[in-house]
Structures are given as structure tokens and as C-alpha cells.
């Protein structure tokens, strides 16, 4: 049986690629990436030429059976992003379990991630913390997750877009969400830039046209720690979204003393 190799490549400075990624990109039978343009440019840089297969959200799930078989027959295989670490808000996890589940042999190796270098500067407690994915775009997925980030007891980390960033953090504002935020943009790259403040004075001081990969850090808020809390204020906001009434009930409920089916009392008639 062959194995499959979980390997992290560069988020910009490809000085941090190990000599353990190359060896293996350069030793397994193939590598499944996402863009094989963007992978070629990679492999050309460090001489190593495996031949590459696609592996992208969208043809996923019909590459699974193919690897596989491959493994199956003694293939070893190298799974990379277009950039840090595999499966990390990028397509995998099922190809994963598939292959646990046929007693495949999977091995994943250290590397970059954005992730720990954005928690490790923030400053903020990191006993405990969780990580989000990608902030939604719109509608009451972005609703229930912004609900579930500022009335989170520890601290998170996210990822967002440039374009979307000031959006984001006017929702913080106009919910008087007061925690420190830490802004990490471009990690590991020549214009890496670290922002820190709460929502209202990042607004002010962000550039208009940002730019680049984008990590956002919350500070959680400790349940010793009291935040105000308009209940009349917050409940109008969310009755005027797309969510429904238990949905709302279920999320405030979460940030209040209020029970769900209070809240729900107090806004079944609205």
C-alpha cells in the first residue's frame, strides 16, 4: 500500500518550505493540488519534477476513488493547497476519512499556516481558543457566526476578505462589540502589517483599499468581564435580518441571562 503526505507549502516566503515537504514532493509518485499552474511555479522553483494532478473544490469528491486506487497499488501520493497547510478551510477532509476508513496509511506534515504566527502575535490568552474559518459572506449563516464570534468566552481566529474587512468590523461597532481585534495581513510576505485595536479604531485607522490575505484575531470575553449589553437595541437589529425567530432567540440567549424561549416570548409578536 502506498501513503498519502498532507504537505504544507509556503504562504508567501518560500524560504519557509522544510527540507522534509521538498524531499517528499520530490520522492511520491504524485502530487494532487489545486491550481497546477500555480503548483508548477513551486516545484520548478525547488527542482522537483513529480507530476502534478488537479485536486480542487469542484472535482473533489470524483478524485477520490482515482487516489484510492492508487495507494491501492502501491502509489505513494503528496497532497498540497495553493498555499500553508491541506484542508484548512480548502478541500480534503472527505478524501481524508475515506481514507481512514479503508485503512490507508495517512501522514501529515508541520508547516506553514497563518493561523498560529496571527494567535502568537495577538497578544491575547491562548490556553483556549477556536478557530472559525471564513467569515460568511451574507445572510443568516453570517448572521449566527457574527453572533457566535462576539459573545465567544475565548479568543478566535478567522479568515476574511480585504473587501469585505470594514464590513465586518462595522458590525462589531454598530453591536458595541468593544474586545481587541488584532488584523494580520500578508503573513510571512515582504508587506506583512499587523493592526491592532477594537472595531471603532481600526475603522479609522485601516487604509481604503486594503489588500492581500487577511487573519483576523478576537479577544474572547471572559465571563468575569462585563460588556454592555442593550437587549431592545440588539433585538430590533436581528428582527429586521433574515433569521428567524428561534434562530434569534437561540443566539442572544447565548450572550444574555435571557433563556431562549424568553427572548422568544419577547419577540413573537413582532
Do not use: W
Not at 513551486?42 to 492508487?70: M, Q, R
Not at 491541506?86 to 478524501?95: A, C, R, T
Not at 481514507?99 to 497563518?114: A, K
Amino acid at each position: 500500500m502506498g501513503s498519502l503526505y498532507i504537505c504544507p507549502t509556503p504562504i508567501g516566503n518560500l524560504d519557509d518550505i522544510s527540507k522534509r515537504v521538498i524531499g517528499t514532493l520530490s520522492s511520491v509518485d504524485f502530487i494532487y493540488c489545486e491550481d497546477t499552474r500555480r503548483a508548477g511555479k513551486l516545484v520548478s522553483k525547488f527542482g522537483i519534477d513529480t507530476p502534478l494532478k488537479s485536486f480542487f473544490l469542484g472535482n473533489e469528491h470524483s478524485k477520490n476513488d482515482e487516489i484510492i486506487s492508487l495507494l491501492k497499488e502501491g502509489k505513494d501520493i503528496a497532497l498540497i493547497s495553493d498555499a500553508g497547510t491541506p484542508l484548512i478551510s480548502d478541500p480534503g477532509s472527505e478524501l481524508i476519512l475515506d481514507l481512514v476508513n479503508n485503512d490507508l496509511n495517512v501522514v501529515s506534515l508541520p508547516g506553514p499556516s497563518s493561523i498560529l504566527p496571527a494567535l502568537t502575535v495577538s497578544g491575547f490568552n491562548l490556553n483556549e481558543f477556536q478557530f472559525l474559518g471564513f467569515i460568511p459572506k451574507s445572510g443568516k449563516d453570517r448572521e449566527l457566526y457574527m453572533q457566535k464570534l462576539i459573545s465567544s468566552k475565548i479568543t478566535s481566529v478567522c479568515f476574511t476578505s480585504p473587501k469585505r474587512l470594514k464590513k465586518d468590523l462595522s458590525f462589531f461597532y454598530e453591536n458595541d462589540f468593544k474586545n481587541n481585534i488584532v488584523i494580520c495581513r500578508e503573513i510571512s510576505k515582504k508587506f506583512e502589517t499587523i493592526y491592532r485595536g477594537n472595531a471603532e479604531a481600526l475603522l479609522q485607522i485601516l487604509p481604503e483599499d486594503i489588500k492581500g490575505e487577511i487573519t483576523f484575531v478576537v479577544e474572547g470575553t471572559p465571563s468575569n468581564k462585563t460588556r454592555d449589553f442593550d437587549l431592545e437595541k440588539s433585538l430590533k437589529i436581528l428582527t429586521n435580518s433574515n433569521l428567524s425567530k428561534k434562530d434569534i432567540s437561540k443566539a442572544v440567549s447565548e450572550i444574555s441571562n435571557y433563556s431562549s424561549n424568553e427572548i422568544y416570548d419577547l419577540i413573537k409578536d413582532l
